[in-house]
Each structure stands twice: as C-alpha cells, then as structure tokens.
Antibody
Framework: QVFLQESGPGLVKPSGTVSLTCSVS??????????WGWIRQSPGKGLEWIGS???????FYNPSLDSRSTVSADTSKNQFFLRLYLATAADTAVYYC???????????????????WGQGALVTVSS | DIEMIQSPSSLSASVGDRVIITCRAS??????LAWYQQKPGKAPKLLIY???SLENGVPSRFSGSGSGTEFTLTISGLRPDDIGTYSC?????????FGGGTKVEI
C-alpha cells in the first residue's frame, strides 16, 4: 500500500517561500511510471493543481502559478518537494501531495488522475 | 484553461436516494475525467477515472458516465457514509483543472 506524507513549516511570512516535502512509502519514485504532484485547497474553496514532476526531472505547472513554483524530486530519499515563492495571503491553503496516474493517447504519455493522496498540510501566510 | 462547472453546488437527500451530480467542461475533454470524494477535514479520495472506470475498492453504488463536455456521477442508494464533497477533474488539457465541488448532505 502506498502512503504519502506532507511536512514543512505551517507558517510563512508574506513574500517568503512555501516549502513542503512529500515522503513516499510503498512505491519507489525512481522506479515508478507515475507522476508526483501537488494540489492545494484554500479555505472553503475548490481544489487547485499546482504542479507535477517525473523522476527524470521533468516538471509541469499550472500556468497561473508557473512563474512562482518549483516541483522536484530526490529519488535517493524517495521524496518530492514543492517550493512556492513570493507567497501572499492568497496562498494560505491546505497543500496535498499525490501520486498521479497516466495514460496514453495519440501524442504519447500524458498525466492523469490522482490515485493516492497525502493527508494534507495547512500552510498559513501571515506576518 | 478548461473550466469545469459542477451542479448543483450542494444537495440534501435521504438515505437510499439516487443522487446525480453533473460536471460540464468548457470544451470537449473526451472521457478524460475523474471524480473524487472528500470528507470534512480529509484528503480527496479517487472514485472514478476515465469518466466511468471504478477505482479499486470503491463501492459499486458509485458510477460515472458521459463524454465530451457533460458528465455525471451517480450514487445509487445513498448511505450515511457518503456525505461529503464530490469534485470532478479534467486531465485532457495539460493545465489540469477541478470543478468547484458538490456538497452532499443527508
């Protein structure tokens, strides 16, 4: 069974960086065909995809957050990471890490649904 | 970005009722759609992918249908444990997007 666990500071100052780690057990990021992603949920709001990464270093981002976010992985530690720069109060949210399934269409391998989620980590951006 | 609109935003039903939730995409997404259930204070749980494929371990009272721009999630025989918020997600476009959610109460 696959488990994901988020960790990181719960309080970030405005203009600071949201830095989160997702530790994976039960699956190997290096050997996996899955993508690994981050999704957030602001208080009382819907889900918002932030970005996803593959073990080969490639990454993909929500265009609205592309310029401020980085998703990367450390296969030796079986962890992946989120860095969200220049944080504002609008970035206050519960942040989830998740394993992302894939499928093939005419243009090749594509990212799909999220089949396993971490429990979530609340990050508050406030001075 | 492809916008996903869910309706209704909330509903109240009785135990045993058939519940139908709709998700509409702003452009065609084929059948590249997933549904999630989220209980209060918990992470979302995958119910259905590829519009109608049931995830392992999900009860058969949950079913999905649709293609193109209109999709439905049906709960056949609502149970007390089914309360929560249900969200759709499209993955046809590289900019993955979710619907706003439908809160189901009993």
């Amino acid at each position: 069974q696959v488990f994901l666990q988020e960790s990181g500071p719960g309080l970030v100052k405005p203009s600071g960086t949201v830095s989160l780690t997702c530790s994976v057990s039960g699956d190997s990021i290096r050997g996996s065909s899955y993508y690994w992603g981050w999704i957030r949920q602001s208080p009382g709001k819907g889900l918002e995809w932030i970005g996803s990464a593959f073990h080969d270093g490639t990454s993909f981002y929500n265009p609205s957050l592309d310029s401020r976010s980085t998703v990367s992985a450390d296969t030796s530690k079986n962890q992946f990471f989120l860095r969200l720069y220049l944080a504002t109060a609008a970035d206050t949210a519960v942040y989830y890490c998740a394993r992302q399934g894939y499928y093939y269409d005419g243009s090749g391998k594509k990212r799909g649904w999220f089949d396993t989620w971490g429990q979530g980590a609340l990050v508050t951006v406030s001075s | 970005d492809i916008e996903m609109i869910q309706s209704p935003s909330s509903l109240s039903a009785s135990v045993g009722d058939r519940v139908i939730i709709t998700c509409r995409a702003s452009q065609s997404i084929g059948n590249w759609l997933a549904w999630y259930q989220q209980k209060p204070g918990k992470a979302p749980k995958l119910l259905i992918y590829k519009a109608s494929s049931l995830e392992n371990g999900v009860p058969s009272r949950f079913s999905g249908s649709g293609s193109g721009t209109e999709f439905t999630l049906t709960i056949s025989g609502l149970r007390p444990d089914d309360i929560g918020t249900y969200s759709c997600q499209q993955y046809q476009d590289s900019g993955l997007t979710f619907g706003g959610g439908t809160k189901v109460e009993i």
